[in-house]
């Protein structure tokens, strides 16, 4: 009896054991399953949120930041069309400039020979050959100087910053351009009209470029201002005279008077007919002084801003992206009830002295006035401070 019941504990047992496994094998099989989709699910999840903070997590997190995060994506597409369409915009400056000299030497230039005096005929060929030089030179030495770059080998370079894109030693005033996709010494800006950044050792040549091409505009604007004047009306004139001849009534003798020659229905001869008021020639001559001038004028006033806007930059000791950074320097010290002071300042005169690289009273005319090649003043990687403040600036 007593073997019977612990016969009958066993089997009890055994069988409670085989269920019990059983029941758990099959709860377990879908479990796993679940719990692995979760816990993927759950990775899934904890990897895109620091992803996304990731990507706006920053101690020194601003507005500023955020908004250029914001528009990266735009940034992005702006280079890369700048990039391509770097080449499209050289193009168009040599094809404009090459059609206004066409003009000037065709129209403006026997205009001068046959009406101005021979002191006034030199002058004119004179200003005008130099004003060429200057621009055809240092847009070509625009375009070709590299405006520097940080030596990519040298890591003992003194640097005030790491730039995030190259991973390099950043000097001051180094700037990384996202069109030429390296970092620039002293940049000042990317200028799509030279294809090239506009650095430490071209930027003399981009500001060179633009005052002479500002100066050839405005003399071309001057120069032919009457003619533009005298082509305007005569354009004016032609097209009322046009209004007059679509105006002839369609009558029968209308139409006869436009299908048969003037000459037979006032009984004059051929030959005696009226002339067009103007030639092919002469409305193509008009219409290129019409196009000098407008053309010429509107470069005048925009390139004329610019050139204004980089000579007080340039009397300030700044570039235009150190302008943006300064004046919200500016405002900072100002909360603090300080002033700010640009460490590379040294005051109008030295300021213009080192951009253009004059050393002497001679230089003012042979690196100035004159077509020059020198290089700039330093190395870029290394700047002589004003005294007034000694700390160098991470800008
Ligand atoms: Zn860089
Ligand atoms: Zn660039």
């Known amino acids: 009896m007593r073997k019977l019941r612990e016969d009958m504990q066993s089997r009890r047992r055994v069988f409670s054991s085989v269920m019990r496994l059983f029941l758990r094998w099959f709860r377990l099989c879908p479990r796993r399953g679940r719990s692995r989709t979760a816990r993927k699910l759950r990775e899934l ?3 895109s949120r620091l992803l996304l903070r990731s990507l706006y997590f920053n ?5 500023d930041v955020i908004t250029d995060s914001l528009f990266e994506p735009i940034f992005w597409v702006v280079d890369h069309l ?3 369409f770097g080449l499209v915009f050289v193009c168009l400056v040599v094809v404009l400039t090459s059609s206004i000299l066409c003009i000037a030497y065709l129209c403006i230039l026997p205009m001068v020979i046959h ?6 005929i030199m002058w004119h060929i004179c200003y005008g050959h130099w004003n060429l030089v200057m621009i055809v030179f240092h847009y070509y030495k625009a375009t070709k100087t590299s405006p520097g770059c940080p030596p990519q080998m040298k890591r003992d ?6 730039c995030k894109r190259c991973i390099v030693p950043k000097p001051a005033r180094t700037h990384h351009c996202g069109i030429c996709n ?3 010494l002293k940049m000042d800006h990317h200028c799509p009209w030279l294809n090239n950044c506009v650095g430490h050792f071209n930027h003399r040549y981009f500001f060179c470029f633009c005052l002479s091409m500002t100066l050839g505009c405005i003399y071309c604007s001057i120069s032919g201002r009457n003619m533009f004047i005298d082509a305007y009306n005569a354009i004016e004139h ?3 005279l046009d209004v007059e001849k679509q105006g002839v009534p369609v009558t029968g003798a209308g139409l006869l008077m436009r299908i048969l020659p003037l000459g037979s229905m006032t009984g004059q001869s051929y030959y005696q007919t009226p002339q067009p008021p103007f030639t092919f020639k002469e409305r193509m001559f008009h219409k290129s002084i019409i196009y000098m001038w407008v053309l010429t004028s509107t470069v005048a006033l925009a390139l004329g801003g610019l050139t204004v806007w980089h000579a007080v930059l340039i009397s300030r000791g700044e570039t235009s992206i150190e302008r943006l950074i300064n004046s919200k320097e500016i405002r900072r010290m100002k909360k603090r009830g300080k002033v700010f002071r640009n460490p590379f300042n040294h005051g109008k005169l030295n300021n213009w002295k080192v951009f253009f690289g004059v050393e002497k009273r001679s230089h003012w005319l042979t690196r100035v006035l004159l077509p020059s090649g020198h290089a700039p003043c330093g190395d870029g990687l290394t700047w002589d401070l004003s005294p007034q403040r000694k700390i160098i600036m991470a800008i």
């Open 45 to 47: 999840w904890s990897y």
């Open 115 to 120: 009406t101005y005096s021979p002191a006034w």
């Open 59 to 63: 101690s020194l997190t601003n507005s």
């Open 238 to 240: 032609f097209k009322s």
């Open 82 to 84: 700048t990039r391509w």
């Open 182 to 184: 390296t970092c620039i």
């Open 157 to 162: 370079i003194p640097a005030v910053s790491v």
